[in-house]
C-alpha cells in the first residue's frame, strides 16, 4: 500500500502564503500523478492542482498556487500565494500509481488532510 503524509497547514491572514508538502511511502511501484485536492465545509472535495505529464490547475487558483514534484522522493509541494478567505479547506494529497507490479489498474491513494485556514 502506498501511504500520503501531508505537512503545512495552518491558520493564515488574507494575502499570506504557506506551503504545503506531502510524501509517499510503503510499498510503490509506480506513480503516475501526484496532487491536491481541498474540500470545504458543505462543499464536495475539488482538485487544485495536478502534476503528471502537466501541470493543472483549478481556475480560482491559477497565478496564486503553483506545485511542485520530486518524483524520485515521490514528493509533491503546494505553494499557496495570495490566499484568500475562500482557500480554507481540508487540503488531501492525492497519488495515481500502483503498489505492486502485478497490479492491474492504477489506483488512487488519498493522504489524511491538512487543515488550510485563511482569516484575519
Known amino acids: 500500500q502506498v501511504q500520503l503524509v501531508e505537512s503545512g497547514g495552518g491558520l493564515v491572514q488574507p494575502g499570506g502564503s504557506l506551503r504545503l508538502s506531502c510524501a509517499a511511502s510503503?510499498?510503490?511501484?509506480?506513480?503516475?500523478?501526484m496532487g491536491w485536492y481541498r474540500q470545504a465545509p458543505g462543499k464536495q472535495r475539488e482538485l487544485v492542482a495536478s502534476?503528471?505529464?502537466?501541470?493543472d490547475y483549478a481556475d480560482s487558483v491559477k497565478g496564486r498556487f503553483t506545485i511542485s514534484r520530486d518524483s524520485a522522493r515521490n514528493t509533491v509541494y503546494l505553494q499557496m500565494n495570495s490566499l484568500k478567505p475562500e482557500d480554507t479547506a481540508v487540503y488531501y494529497c492525492n497519488a495515481v500509481g500502483k503498489s505492486r507490479r502485478s497490479q492491474p489498474f492504477q489506483y488512487h491513494y488519498w493522504g489524511q488532510g491538512t487543515q488550510v485556514t485563511v482569516s484575519s
Open positions: 502534476s503528471g505529464t502537466d501541470r
Open positions: 510503503g510499498s510503490i511501484f509506480s506513480i503516475s500523478v
